[in-house]
């Protein structure tokens, strides 16, 4: 039997080596399976050797994972050589070979740890038979507990577009005014509005302003009773909140912004009962704020 072949090596290394064990046992004496109090490890019985053997210990599978780790003390005045035979759980150490072997001394009134990470065997569940030529006790160490790294949990944020800027103009705001050419009663009604830059027409290129420009998209009712035209210099303006009024821009003006958002501006005949939508251009003040359209003939 393989304890048999083990004991009888253990006679002989005991002539000058010693060998190690995890349970206490009394040399030269049979010792029923005790088990120590604050320990998991149980007093094996032997008649030749001190016999220790320590359940519940497991093998990481993989380098970074944990391992059992148990201690083992020498009770004697001298040096005690201890071997130590790891068993997979569930197999008889006294009829099956280890699956791994490792001798160790240990100093006298001393102590040691055994880590089964530093074991070169696979990963697993185990216990070990440790045999020593000196009285011996042991104990297996609790395994540490692992701490999952703090979670932060950050808000989930959805980025929104940034709003458009408010329009300059009242939507809705109207302005009444004679035409240019035969006094009709023109109404015009704030569509939309929009600043700009600057504006782009289709052969000449890009138009800059002064200050900054302020586009209307206008409808324009002809409440009279002949046809008549928007003119340039005397139908409306825009005043800003300190009064300061502001024309509507030059031809190149308006003929980029006609380009850009295909509608026509001044000069362009509405029959009496119709309405057009127009398009108009201002050129202000980057600073003027509360823009509103005043008539320059009003009726």
């Not at 049979?30 to 320590?54: D, H, K, N, Y």
């Not at 070979?97 to 240990?106: E, F, H, K, Q």
């Not at 055994?114 to 609790?142: E, H, K």
């Not at 359209?293 to 009003?298: A, D, E, G, Q």
């Amino acid at each position: 039997m393989w304890v048999v072949k083990r004991l009888l090596l253990v006679m002989a290394v005991m002539v000058g080596i010693s060998l190690a064990l995890c349970v206490v046992g009394v040399k030269g004496e049979v010792a029923s399976p005790v088990l120590l109090e604050g320990s998991s490890c149980v007093v094996m019985p032997s008649t030749f050797v001190f016999v220790l053997r320590c359940d519940g210990l497991t093998k990481a599978a993989t380098p970074s994972g944990i391992s059992s780790r148990y201690v083992i003390t020498n009770l004697a005045a001298s040096t005690a050589t201890t071997s130590h035979d790891f068993y997979l759980e569930g197999t008889d150490w006294q009829l099956d070979p280890p699956v791994s072997n490792t001798m160790l001394g240990i100093d006298a009134h001393s102590a040691a740890e055994f880590d089964l990470g530093d074991v070169s065997m696979p990963g697993g569940d185990y216990y070990v038979i440790v045999m020593a030529d000196q009285p011996i006790t042991g104990t297996v160490l609790p395994m540490p507990v692992v701490k999952s790294p703090p979670y932060v949990f950050l808000p989930f944020v959805i980025k929104q577009p940034p709003p458009p800027p408010p329009e300059p103009l009242v939507r809705g705001e109207t302005v009444r005014f004679l035409g240019v050419w035969e006094d009709v009663p023109l109404e015009g009604k704030v569509v939309s509005s929009e600043y700009r830059t600057v504006l782009v027409e289709d052969y000449t290129g890009p138009v800059y302003p002064y200050g900054i420009f302020v586009v209307a998209v206008m409808d324009i009712a002809n409440v009279g009773l002949v046809g008549d035209q928007v003119g340039l210099y005397d139908s409306f303006r825009v005043r800003d909140s300190v009064g300061r009024q502001f024309d509507i821009a030059e031809l190149e003006v308006l003929w980029a912004a006609e380009d850009e958002y295909d509608l026509e501006s001044v000069y362009e005949t509405i029959q009496p009962g119709f309405t057009r939508r127009l398009v108009f251009v201002f050129d202000v003040l980057p600073a003027s704020e509360d823009l509103h359209l005043i008539s320059l003939s009003p009726w």
